[in-house]
Structures are given as structure tokens and as C-alpha cells.
């Protein structure tokens, strides 16, 4: 049972992982929106601001917050269907017990 619980937790977090470095591979290939830093001759960075906030930044903030909920119930949703998957293949084998192996029976009594 230990086993079985560190080979799950082992596969949540390389899962995990995997499914964010595949999303920012995805995202890579997307082209960038411009930087709001600039550069001055010293070689200084100096930040801009970003200025007021209008109905169309909000909306754009709103929507890279959607997305990001999206992958990340499509992600949840994955993950429980192969849950599912797996039960189900484990319902279906022998029951995974001392009496159930052969030559292994109750010690008499």
C-alpha cells in the first residue's frame, strides 16, 4: 500500500510538471506582446507605467486569468479520468490478498 501511494505521488508531481513545461512550450511558440521596459543609453533599464487601467487591459487580464482556469480544470479533468482509468483496471483483476494467492492459504485453526 506504501508503494502503490509513493508511486502516485510520484507520478502526480512528474505529471504536474510535465503538463507545465508542455503548456510554456505552447506558449513559446505564441508571439510576445512588447516589453513595458525600456533602456537609455547608460544602459539603465527604466520602467514605464503601465497607465490607467481601461476596459480593454481589464478584459485582457480577465482572459489570460480564464485561460489559465481552463488548463487548469482541463488538467484536473485528465487527471481524473485516468483515476477513473485506473480503478477500473484494478476492480477488474483478482483481489489482491494473502488468501487469494495460490499455496497461501488461512492457517488452520
Known amino acids: 500500500m506504501i508503494r502503490r501511494g509513493f508511486w502516485l505521488v510520484l507520478g502526480a508531481a512528474v505529471g504536474v510538471t510535465g503538463y507545465r513545461r508542455a503548456s ?13 521596459a525600456g533602456t537609455q543609453a547608460g544602459g539603465a533599464v527604466v520602467l514605464r507605467s503601465p497607465g490607467p487601467l481601461t476596459g480593454r487591459k481589464l478584459l485582457a487580464g480577465a482572459a489570460r486569468a480564464g485561460r489559465g482556469a481552463a488548463a487548469s480544470a482541463a488538467f484536473v479533468r485528465d487527471v481524473r479520468e ?3 482509468e485506473y480503478l477500473d483496471q484494478q476492480e477488474s483483476g483478482p483481489a489482491r490478498t494473502l488468501d487469494s494467492q495460490p499455496g497461501r492459504g488461512r492457517p488452520a485453526s
Not at 24 to 36: C, D, G, K, Y
Open 82 to 84: 485516468g483515476v477513473a
Open 24 to 36: 510554456r512550450l505552447v506558449q513559446s511558440f505564441r508571439p510576445a506582446a512588447a516589453p513595458s
